[in-house]
């Protein structure tokens, strides 16, 4: 089973940073996508970043310029690199691994950290 393991999150002020990371178990985080999502209360869980093996990414557009997601194959980690932070940046982020074959898609999800932007 594979395990993914999120941590950084925290309390900050606007305008502050945090980094976010998330440790994947196993031998396969080299064929994964790796994607931050987020959920506040009361709202849909939407995608805030993606990258995928040959490291191309995507940004949810309210994020570009503040978000950097990042991997690091020799870690199994992935990480998001959070600046320039506001309120409505507050949630719980989850990580999510992502790989598929010819047959079907294969998806691991984490536990989740909570981010509040608050001053």
């Known amino acids: 089973q594979v395990e993914l393991v999120e941590s950084g999150g925290g309390l900050v002020q606007p305008g502050g940073s945090l980094r976010l990371s998330c440790a994947v178990s196993?031998?396969?985080?080299?064929?994964?996508?790796m994607t931050w999502y987020r959920q506040a209360p009361g709202k849909e869980r939407e995608l805030v970043a993606s990258?995928?093996?040959?490291?191309?990414?995507n940004y949810k557009e309210s994020v570009k310029g503040r978000f950097t997601i990042s991997r690091d194959t020799s870690k199994n980690t992935a990480y998001l690199q959070m600046n320039s932070l506001q309120p409505e940046d507050t949630a719980v982020y989850l990580c999510?691994?992502?790989?598929?074959?010819?047959?079907?898609?294969?998806?691991?999800w984490g536990q989740g950290t909570q981010v509040t932007v608050s001053s």
């Open positions: 999510n691994a992502k790989w598929s074959d010819w047959h079907r898609d294969y998806e691991y």
């Open positions: 196993g031998s396969l985080f080299s064929i994964y996508s």
């Open positions: 990258i995928r093996p040959n490291n191309s990414r």
